[in-house]
């Protein structure tokens, strides 16, 4: 009985490694803060909404997880998203970019 409970605790913290690893981001969250007065000026306002191209709120980022946020920049930048602000933004930015916004973001 006491053999199984090791096993068990041992699973778990095997299960509590992995999934701590894959919601981190591989970019660097410090690094973002020079890079950040582009997305700051719609994200970082509290109930913005746009105009262009139609009026709508704008999405939170600050705890998103960072898996997210990587996907939606890259889907923005290779033409699978579009929103013609963030499509324009996102070309511009490098894969390490991308990474270093995901690490600010879903830590803050």
Excluded: W
């Excluded at 994200?43 to 262009?52: E, N, S």
């Excluded at 946020?69 to 602000?85: C, D, F, Q």
């Amino acid at each position: 009985m006491k053999q199984k409970m090791v096993i068990n605790l041992l699973l778990a913290v095997g299960m509590l490694f992995a999934f701590t690893s894959v919601t981190q981001a591989a970019g660097d969250a410090a690094a973002a803060k020079e890079k950040l007065s582009m997305c700051e000026g719609c994200h970082g306002i509290p109930g913005y909404k746009t105009a262009f191209p139609t009026a709508y709120s704008v999405p939170k980022l600050g705890g998103q997880h960072a898996e997210y946020i990587v996907k939606a920049l890259e889907s923005y930048k290779n033409g699978t998203r579009n929103h013609p602000t963030m499509t324009g933004l996102a070309k511009t930015l490098s894969q390490q970019d991308i990474e270093d916004f995901a690490a600010y973001y879903s830590k803050n």
